[in-house]
């Protein structure tokens, strides 16, 4: 006779309850590879009006253009790899090393030019959502 015990029930449930939760989040994020090109292209140009309105104020050489290259470099990186390696665990990395990089451009704009920074607001928002899209379609992947 196998005995459950209320705890070993409530986690079951609880595994259950997450599973089915990851599920219905992967369906409503689902729209994000429909429009992923039209975001990056937008994002990489507020991204150069940033980087031009950045060489306006300080050098275009300095640290925090630079940086903002850098960044900017990592976003067109992202589709000339990931078709050639393992799409989804590259596209991760490169999402994760590029949300990374981002919020430290974030915050040094913030730092050093007043209000600009808040132009790297969507770019964070789109890093978010596509960061967790690619999660839930790495656990949809190993689930199976």
Not at 91 to 112: D, K, N, P
């Amino acid at each position: 006779m196998i005995i459950i015990s209320f705890w070993q029930l409530k986690i079951a449930l609880l595994c259950l309850k997450l599973t089915i939760m990851t599920e219905q989040l992967y369906q409503s994020l689902s729209w994000i590879p429909e429009y992923a090109t039209g975001v990056w292209v937008t994002l990489s140009a507020i991204l150069v009006f940033t980087l031009l309105r950045v060489g306006k104020r300080q050098q275009v050489g300095s640290a925090l253009f630079n940086l903002g290259i850098g960044v900017l470099a990592l976003i067109w990186l992202y589709p000339l790899i990931t078709p050639y390696f393992y799409p989804i665990e590259t596209g991760l990395i490169l999402t994760l090393i590029t949300f990374g990089f981002s919020i430290y451009y974030y915050s040094r704009l913030a730092r050093e030019v007043a209000k600009l920074h808040l132009l790297l607001v969507p770019q964070l928002i789109w890093l978010s959502l596509s960061t967790l899209y690619l999660l839930l379609v790495l656990i949809s992947k190993f689930k199976a």
